[in-house]
């Protein structure tokens, strides 16, 4: 979603249509299913015509589907330019969050085995959920296009800056941002000219003002902005003079003071909600269907290699926040004690400050199958449900490790909470030796989340884990 908070306003009423729209894409449905039926069988294709509407039964299966189709579509991308969307893009983006939905409404069907008059209702709804949100598009799309070319229906603009800095700002704007503005006039802030900016300002019946002061005094930005001020005219000031490689910028206030905030994390969102929901009821889910395992596990570990079932160690959560990580023992009991010596006897086959060796003499036999096939990790979702970890993201550091970072720019790394899998899990695990390497994958995973990119993530886990993909 577009950081823009009028766009990201103009978003959330196109959601809320959609959701109004999906509703009432089912509401004819099961008005349409009676004549329907009557048409089939006056054509002689007999069909059994039940007196009941077929929607009432699944009402309550509504408020689920119709909120969470929005957000379905937000993943795929839909709401991404809603001014300038395609029909083929869109019609695909819309079959890949109706299947989705679709898988989840299927199950629900045989669960709660619906009858034959809400199977045709849903069956018949999908449909026409798809027609109304294409139309619904185009729609949009067409008011877009009809107001980019009316100069009486776009938003009155004046830009202000030096001139150099308007040219510039002007050539980085997408058109997607500037197809609805009239650029009324140019206001040099190098000068004292301030009579004549304000007579531009009524004259022209602006509505925002953008300031693009990369070299502009701040003093002659401050009277320019109570100016628009004063007049109820917005006040849009680009922060060019800050230069950003990942990170974001929003506005934020403290006490009531403006403050422009630079984020290179994720931002606060119901994507992000819906991660930490997902986290803490997949961890209880697997925690109680491995349950089982692990008294085998525990088994095995207490006949080969005495000592405890369990190895905790001190790791690094968000931001370098300690926390205990759980694990299955797959080493000796003093494992810990034989790491620097074993350093200088075997080496480290990864670089940087991990420590990764392929036939660790450390490892007893039970303990290679526990790793080769993740098992030893298990326990984390202990971590994941108490909120110390994520189903994905990151995996996490030993807190001895993190003063051996050389490059500053790698605990950026630290900045989301750790997970069980990432990328790096599913892209070979073991055979990547390269810290920097390791440490890439993690940021590409960071400044590319969204909720769909862990879905395949996990998706991806679960080949990689059963095939102990790139695990020795």
Known sequence: MSANRRQSFSIQVLQLVDAMLIWGAFAMAALLRGPLID?????????????????????????????????????FGFYR????????????????????????????????????????????????????????????????RRASITDNRKEAIVLAGTPEDIDQWLREVPEDESMLWRIVGRHDLTGDDWLGFQRLLEDEAVERVVFAAKHAAFDK?????????????????????????VARPTFDTIGGRPLLVLRSTPDLSWELLAKGV?????????????????????????????GPVFYFQERAGRYGKPF????????????????????????????????????????FPVGRILRKFSIDEFPQFINVVRGEMSLVGPRPMAMYELPKIENSSHRRKLSVKPGLTCIWQVSGRNEITSFDEWVKLDLQYIDNWSLWLDIKILAQTIPAVLLAKGAK
């Open 324 to 363: 205990r990580m759980w694990k299955f023992r797959t080493m000796i009991p003093d494992a810990d004690r034989k790491l620097e010596e074993l350093k200088q006897q075997s080496g480290n086959q990864m670089s940087g400050p991990v420590f990764k060796l392929q036939h660790d003499p450390r490892i």
């Open 221 to 245: 930005l401050g009277t320019a902005i109570e100016i628009c001020e004063s007049r109820g005219i917005e006040a849009w000031v680009a922060a060019s003079f800050i230069q950003t490689q």
């Open 81 to 144: 330019n809603p001014l300038r969307q395609k029909f083929a893009p869109a019609l695909w983006q819309i079959i890949k969050a109706f299947t989705i939905l679709a898988v989840a409404i299927s199950v629900m069907v045989v669960f709660f085995r619906f009858n034959a008059s809400s199977r045709a209702v849903l069956a018949m709804a999908i449909p026409c959920a798809v027609l109304f949100l294409l139309l619904r598009a185009w729609l949009v799309t067409e008011h877009a």
């Open 39 to 75: 048409w089939l069988n006056g054509i002689g294709v007999h069909i059994f015509k039940q007196d009941i509407s077929g929607l009432k039964e699944i009402t309550w299966l509504l408020f689920i589907v119709v909120p969470f189709a929005p957000l379905a579509l937000e993943l």
């Open 278 to 306: 997902i986290d803490w009821i997949g961890g209880m889910t697997l925690l109680i269907l491995t349950a089982p395992l692990w008294v085998v596990v525990a088994i095995a570990i207490k006949i080969q290699s005495p």
